[in-house]
């Protein structure tokens, strides 16, 4: 049955509803809910010798039903298309061979509807792009804002077959040219984050308004003839499906990939268009072109990079003041560490391990070796080291290289506590948590946090990032100055920046460093481990002013 149903190119029906929005007028004529709603279907260059057809995933999608005057088809990837006629060309872009749901609505007269949902089966896409998915995800979270400081980061151009295809020709945008009038300004506030979840890329849109090209102001709500900021709801994920690129823009100009964006998803200059091609991409800058809605004549050119437009300039902390390389093996230098002790009555986190002086933390080949562990009593081991009274600082920059545990129901951190907690007890002396993680909660969530009056426990400020594979060596990274504390994963910006002033007093005195690993605990959600042994490796801790 199921060799049938491909030959024949007619899909199976899996449900199917009947709706009608009104009653029955007779200025629309007779009014008869869409029947007998069905699919055809052929998967492009499918053959004998191609039964899955020829690797592009494009399949053609042929809908029918009594009495239709539009069709509605909804993806899985939560894409939708609307077409008159019920033929859609469609690509399907998950690498391998996949099956894929459908669900088609059949709309009539005064919007009576039939919804029927279908599988499309054995659809070979060849297409995998591991390389543009690493640098706009940094194979977690990353996040592009406007580039706003380059010529050119809005622009415009023909598209034609022999036009400048890859630039923009008619009109190039100063730098900061939009930030001058309220009518456009908020282009700049747009904060665009890549999210790799499992093999899916995910962009949220953040802004303080939407800039909307003049022709399509109406979306906004609004009636102006020129470019203009509005309210608009851009809230929610939206898929972004990689493609081979199609377009006039010459082989040597483009990377060869496309994205697009489900549900309408845009990068926040507002054209009607959610398909943008790449033309170029590193790891702090990205350059996409796109067909404006409703005019194939005039491409749109956009600049992005890594660097907030509007944040206020990292400080410089250029020269190095203190660090262990870990490059003599044995114990952990006592000239730089004191190697803690107990389980001090869970650590105020219902924690399970007991700290130990010995057997826990080791350097050997220029690593250090944080070791969790469950000895022969039942008893988890583990060790946490501070800096205290060994190195005391305020502000600077900590870079600290690390590779993370995931057994569940680990909890490694690194991070900073208030040198005066003995006379400011907790959370009065202030924490930095540079970094934390649990991978029962998530196996790809890294979170940044701060604790202090008002703001500690399950009330602190925190902020969180994806991390792709927090097993392998990434750079965990807190600028901390008077006017600002920022988090970086391997230079990309990460969980949040929290602005300073002396109105915090706890973040402007000095603090020491400390790593460890806990087991259980409240930050693993009170996760009762099964794991014998993991570890935590470090290859270096250094600090910056």
């Given at each position: 049955?199921?060799?049938i149903?491909?030959?024949?190119?007619?899909?199976?029906?899996?449900?199917?509803?009947?709706?009608?929005?009104?009653?029955?007028?007779?200025?629309?004529?007779?009014?008869?809910?869409?029947?007998?709603?069905?699919?055809?279907?052929?998967?492009?260059?499918?053959?004998?010798?191609?039964?899955?057809?020829?690797?592009t995933?494009?399949?053609?999608?042929k809908?029918?039903?009594?009495?239709?005057?539009?069709?509605?088809?909804?993806?899985?990837?939560?894409?939708?298309?609307?077409?008159?006629?019920g033929e859609?060309m469609y690509?399907?872009?998950?690498?391998?061979?996949?099956d894929?749901?459908?669900?088609v609505?059949?709309?009539?007269?005064?919007?009576?509807?039939?919804?029927?949902?279908?599988?499309i089966?054995?659809?070979l896409s060849?297409?995998d792009d591991?390389?543009?998915t690493?640098?706009?995800t940094g194979?977690?979270?990353?996040?592009?804002?406007?580039a706003?400081?380059?010529?050119?980061?809005?622009?415009?151009g023909?598209?034609t077959?022999?036009?400048n295809?890859y630039w923009p020709?008619w009109?190039?945008a100063?730098?900061?040219?939009?930030?001058?009038s309220?009518?456009?300004?908020?282009l700049?506030?747009?904060?665009?984050?890549?999210?790799?979840d499992g093999?899916?890329?995910?962009l949220?849109?953040?802004?303080?308004?939407t800039?909307?090209?003049?022709?399509?102001t109406s979306?906004g709500g609004?009636?102006q003839t020129?470019?203009a900021c509005?309210p608009?709801?851009?809230?929610g994920?939206k898929n972004?499906?990689?493609a081979?690129?199609?377009?006039?823009v010459?082989?040597?100009f483009?990377?060869g990939t496309?994205?697009?964006?489900s549900?309408g998803?845009?990068?926040?200059y507002?054209?009607?268009?959610?398909t943008?091609?790449?033309?170029?991409?590193?790891e702090?800058?990205m350059?996409?072109?796109a067909i404006?809605?409703?005019?194939d004549a005039?491409?749109?050119?956009h600049?992005?990079t890594?660097?907030?437009?509007?944040?206020?300039?990292?400080?410089e902390?250029?020269n190095?003041i203190?660090?262990?390389?870990?490059?003599?093996?044995?114990?952990?230098?006592?000239?730089n560490?004191?190697?803690?002790e107990?389980?001090?009555?869970?650590?105020?986190n219902?924690?399970?391990?007991h700290y130990?002086?010995?057997?826990?933390a080791a350097?050997?080949?220029?690593i250090?070796?944080?070791?969790?562990?469950?000895n022969?009593?039942?008893?988890?081991?583990?060790a946490?080291?501070?800096?205290r009274n060994?190195?005391?600082f305020?502000?600077g920059?900590?870079?600290i290289?690390?590779?993370?545990?995931?057994?569940?129901?680990?909890w490694p951190?690194?991070?900073?506590?208030?040198?005066?907690?003995?006379?400011?007890?907790?959370?009065?002396?202030?924490?930095?948590?540079?970094?934390?993680y649990?991978?029962?909660?998530?196996?790809?969530?890294?979170?940044?946090?701060l604790?202090?009056?008002?703001?500690?426990?399950g009330?602190?400020n925190?902020?969180?990032?994806?991390?792709a594979?927090p097993s392998?060596?990434?750079?965990y990274?807190?600028?901390?100055?008077?006017?600002?504390i920022k988090?970086?994963?391997?230079d990309n910006?990460?969980?949040k920046?929290?602005?300073?002033s002396n109105?915090?007093?706890?973040f402007?005195?000095n603090?020491?460093l400390?790593?460890?690993i806990?087991?259980g605990g409240?930050?693993?959600q009170?996760?009762?481990?099964?794991?014998?042994?993991?570890s935590?490796?470090?290859?270096?801790?250094?600090?910056y002013?």
């Amino acid at each position: 049955m199921k060799e049938i149903f491909k030959k024949l190119g007619i899909l199976v029906m899996l449900v199917a509803v009947a709706t009608g929005c009104v009653d029955d007028d007779t200025k629309f004529g007779d009014i008869n809910t869409p029947t007998a709603l069905s699919l055809n279907y052929n998967i492009m260059g499918q053959d004998a010798a191609n039964p899955n057809g020829d690797g592009t995933g494009y399949v053609q999608l042929k809908a029918y039903a009594e009495g239709a005057i539009s069709y509605k088809y909804i993806f899985p990837s939560g894409d939708t298309k609307t077409v008159a006629g019920g033929e859609l060309m469609y690509r399907f872009t998950s690498t391998g061979i996949n099956d894929y749901e459908i669900t088609v609505i059949a709309y009539g007269r005064g919007g009576v509807s039939t919804s029927n949902s279908f599988v499309i089966e054995d659809v070979l896409s060849n297409f995998d792009d591991p390389v543009t998915t690493g640098l706009l995800t940094g194979t977690g979270s990353k996040v592009w804002y406007w580039a706003a400081a380059e010529q050119g980061h809005l622009g415009v151009g023909p598209n034609t077959p022999t036009g400048n295809n890859y630039w923009p020709e008619w009109y190039a945008a100063a730098p900061f040219e939009k930030a001058g009038s309220p009518e456009s300004s908020c282009l700049y506030t747009n904060k665009l984050t890549f999210t790799l979840d499992g093999s899916m890329i995910k962009l949220s849109l953040e802004n303080e308004g939407t800039f909307f090209n003049a022709a399509f102001t109406s979306v906004g709500g609004g009636n102006q003839t020129t470019d203009a900021c509005l309210p608009y709801n851009v809230s929610g994920q939206k898929n972004v499906m990689l493609a081979p690129a199609q377009s006039y823009v010459p082989e040597e100009f483009s990377t060869g990939t496309q994205m697009t964006f489900s549900d309408g998803g845009f990068m926040g200059y507002y054209i009607g268009q959610s398909t943008y091609e790449i033309l170029e991409l590193t790891e702090n800058r990205m350059v996409v072109r796109a067909i404006m809605g409703g005019d194939d004549a005039l491409a749109w050119y956009h600049i992005f990079t890594t660097q907030d437009p509007s944040a206020t300039p990292d400080p410089e902390y250029n020269n190095l003041i203190w660090a262990d390389e870990f490059d003599v093996d044995g114990a952990p230098n006592a000239a730089n560490w004191t190697l803690e002790e107990g389980n001090n009555n869970g650590w105020g986190n219902q924690e399970l391990q007991h700290y130990t002086q010995s057997g826990n933390a080791a350097v050997s080949g220029g690593i250090l070796t944080i070791t969790a562990n469950k000895n022969q009593d039942g008893i988890y081991n583990s060790a946490r080291m501070i800096s205290r009274n060994k190195f005391d600082f305020t502000y600077g920059r900590v870079e600290i290289r690390a590779k993370l545990p995931t057994e569940l129901g680990s909890w490694p951190a690194l991070w900073m506590l208030g040198s005066n907690y003995t006379t400011n007890p907790w959370p009065g002396c202030g924490e930095i948590d540079i970094m934390e993680y649990a991978a029962n909660v998530s196996p790809t969530t890294i979170s940044g946090t701060l604790h202090y009056p008002g703001n500690f426990g399950g009330s602190a400020n925190t902020g969180s990032t994806q991390l792709a594979d927090p097993s392998e060596w990434h750079t965990y990274t807190l600028i901390w100055s008077p006017e600002v504390i920022k988090w970086y994963i391997d230079d990309n910006p990460a969980f949040k920046t929290f602005v300073n002033s002396n109105a915090h007093p706890y973040f402007n005195w000095n603090y020491f460093l400390i790593m460890n690993i806990a087991v259980g605990g409240n930050f693993t959600q009170n996760y009762t481990p099964t794991f014998l042994t993991d570890s935590m490796e470090v290859d270096y801790v250094r600090v910056y002013q």
